[in-house]
Nanobody, 121 residues
Framework: QVQLEESGGGWVQAGGSLRLSCVAP????????MGWFRQPPGKEREFVAS???????IYATSVKGRFTISRDVTKTTLYLQMNNLNPEDTAVYYC???????????????WGQGTQVTVSS
């Protein structure tokens, strides 16, 4: 079992920034692709960004150029820097880890509990 714990969510005005963190076991960074998903109110969980073991990244079109995924292997922590936030970014954000680790939920094996991000206009 891989325990993932997110933090850093909160409330921010449109145009503002937040940085999410996800602490994971060391072996997660060695073995898995790490990703961020989000679930807006009343909608399905959707892919946001991912980073492979070798550092390759993928972003959803809706966040490209505004969000940056990164990781610190020494701290076994995954980050999501979110800039120029807008109300459509309001969602519960989830950290995930998986062997396949693409853009689909089913490609991830482990999930955190989520952290709420609320962006007001």
């Amino acid at each position: 079992q891989v325990q993932l714990e997110e933090s850093g969510g909160g409330w921010v005005q449109a145009g503002g920034s937040l940085r999410l963190s996800c602490v994971a076991p060391g072996r997660a960074f060695i073995s898995y692709t790490m990703g961020w998903f989000r679930q807006p109110p009343g909608k399905e969980r959707e892919f946001v960004a991912s980073i492979t073991r070798t550092g390759s990244t993928i972003y959803a079109t809706s966040v490209k150029g505004r969000f940056t995924i990164s990781r610190d292997v020494t701290k076994t922590t995954l980050y999501l820097q979110m800039n120029n936030l807008n109300p459509e970014d309001t969602a519960v954000y989830y950290c995930a880890a998986g062997w396949l680790g693409g853009t689909q939920r089913g490609e991830y094996d482990y999930w955190g509990q989520g952290t709420q991000v609320t962006v007001s206009s």
